[in-house]
């Protein structure tokens, strides 16, 4: 296979699906680097991905501003009776701005005293500090607990499917008036960028997240209108002393 071959498949599959293009591009050119390391592939022709111009795409990912909070907290609580588990994994979302997936999977037997272990993590394994507010959620359902996930499933001994997390989601969003495309993955996009609104840093917001590189987690920053509005306000602040004090 050649880059011709890799570049016929990334455009005709791109007309239609951009996204979906750009993912498989990353894929095969992993493919391509560790056929190469383990000896199957011609070292001098190097990798047939290498050169192909990804395609752009707008950024994801929205900020769930304080009014659709709100909305959605006195949502959350109308249907913590009824949902605990789910209401619960929305919450601890939002409070440590993990992937859907290592909260939903979270064993009991991974939280220690004062940070879960989060042993299957995109990145590898990391600790989460828990803080105030996410600990008394979880000494909350730990109450009721009864066997090993923390999010138990509906049916049989796994933890709570992706499906039915979704599902939750969806009506809860709904219901709160939130937009109809905003992902459970928003809900880790609010809490970098509340982090960083409240003055923590891109380094800081990205140690909280588990990102290595500073670039994935300014892509996860969205600022709001009086965010922006103050900070633009400052800058012209300074520069109009410094003008002042030039005359």
Not at 88 to 107: D, F, N
Request: glycine share 10%.
């Amino acid at each position: 296979m050649v880059r011709a071959d890799i570049a016929r498949f990334f455009h005709e599959y791109g007309r239609r699906k951009p996204g979906g293009a750009n993912r498989s591009h990353d894929i095969l050119r992993t493919m391509f680097d560790c056929a190469i390391a383990w000896g199957h592939g011609p070292e001098v022709a190097g990798n047939p991905c290498t050169g192909i111009v990804r395609y752009r795409r707008p950024p994801r990912g929205r900020l769930l501003g304080a009014d659709g909070l709100a909305k959605l907290d006195a949502v959350l609580r109308q249907r913590e009776a009824d949902n605990t588990g789910c209401v619960a994994a929305v919450r601890l979302l939002l409070l440590k701005g993990c992937r859907p997936g290592e909260i939903r999977c979270l064993r009991w037997c991974e939280v220690k005293p004062d940070r879960p272990a989060l042993i299957d993590a995109k990145t590898g394994p990391r600790h989460v500090l828990l803080g105030e507010s996410a600990r008394e959620l979880l000494d909350g359902l730990a109450d009721t607990a009864s066997g090993e996930w923390m999010f138990p499933g509906g049916k049989g001994n796994g933890p709570l499917s992706t499906n039915d997390l979704w599902a939750f989601w969806t009506k809860a969003r709904d219901a709160a008036g939130i937009v109809a495309d905003a992902r459970l993955h928003d809900l880790r996009h609010a809490h970098a960028s509340y982090a960083v609104m409240n003055g923590e840093s891109l380094h800081v917001a990205g140690r909280l997240l588990g990102h290595r590189r500073a670039t994935t987690t300014n892509r996860y920053v969205h600022l709001d209108d009086t965010t922006q509005s103050q900070a633009a306000e400052r800058v012209a602040l300074v520069i109009r002393l410094r003008l002042q004090s030039a005359n």
